[in-house]
């Protein structure tokens, strides 16, 4: 087996560069309700993030998969896309401190690597990425993965409020701001195509890069919420990525990245909408800054 590629520093701070002008500029941005919480892990989990940046980006990729936004339970503990605890730690050998003296509701607390909820988003697509490719630099040899949106919101009620649920004006300057960096992303890492987790990320990658020369392809969300992802999302999606004419490796043993703990246990049972997304909260609050 080859060597893990070393991180090109140069890289890491172009891409870090990239990410800490978008909590910014969306850091600065005001949103009108039906947005009540507004938390953003670019900003108090820094950290893992940034670490994530510095260990997996590396040019001339294949395949950037993009997400949406943030899940409560995965990239909001822990600055990692589809970020599951269990598997940021155990696949991805990432653990670093994350700001939790953020103003959040009750039920769903900053708690960052101390989470005990399960992201069953995070957990599906980081098990396919291990079991398909063995070993994190396996897979980022080949592939990174980015979100488009780096906010996670919710309602009054305290329901998880996606981007494109946004009221117009909010969503316009938000999509431009996220436009203009995954642009950014683009042009370092140089992908050849950009694989959208879901319609609304792959129409986000269509408008943001349709003067750039990537394809965009598309596969399904691996949400809970999703009956056709609930059927076996490995399998539907790993359909798509054969249309589209992406190489899947064969099944191979995992192994976990040095200095890893030991790979997450098998995905949690999940059958309809995360029980978490109906959590009650009141107030608005900002994401503060980490210590």
């Not at 996670?152 to 909010?170: K, Q, W, Y």
Request: charged fraction near 25%; glycine fraction near 8%.
């Amino acid at each position: 087996m080859s060597a893990p590629r070393t991180a090109d520093d140069r890289l890491a701070s172009s891409l870090i560069r990239h990410a800490r002008r978008l909590s910014r500029a969306v850091g600065a941005m005001a949103f009108s309700p039906p947005v009540a919480f507004v938390l953003n892990p670019l900003d108090y989990a820094r950290h893992p993030h940034e670490q994530y940046l510095r260990t997996f980006g590396r040019a001339g990729i294949e395949a950037l998969f993009l997400g949406m936004n943030p899940g409560p339970f995965g990239m909001a503990q822990t600055g990692v896309p589809f970020g599951d605890v269990a598997m940021v730690r155990g696949f991805l050998g990432i653990d670093a401190p994350v700001a939790t003296a953020v103003t959040s509701h009750p039920r769903r607390p900053i708690l960052g690597f101390d989470c005990p909820r399960r992201e069953v988003s995070g957990t599906r697509f980081w098990s396919w990425a291990r079991d398909r490719f063995g070993t994190a630099d396996a897979f980022f040899d080949r592939c990174f993965v980015w979100n488009h949106c780096p906010l996670a919101f919710m309602e009054e009620s305290g329901r998880n409020l996606t981007p494109d649920r946004l009221p117009a004006a909010s969503r316009d300057a938000l999509d431009a701001a996220c436009d203009e960096a995954l642009r950014s992303i683009i042009r370092t890492l140089a992908p050849s195509r950009i694989i959208g987790v879901g319609d609304h990320a792959a129409k986000a990658a269509e408008r943001a890069c349709a003067s750039m020369p990537v394809r965009v392809d598309r596969i399904l969300h691996p949400s809970p919420a999703s009956p056709a992802a609930n059927r076996g999302w490995a399998e539907a999606a790993e359909a798509q990525l054969r249309a589209a004419g992406f190489r899947i490796p064969a099944v191979i043993r995992a192994t976990p990245r040095a200095g890893a703990r030991a790979s997450a246990p098998a995905e949690p049972a999940a059958v309809g909408p995360d029980p978490g997304r109906s959590a009650r909260v009141r107030g608005r609050s900002r994401a503060s800054r980490p210590t």
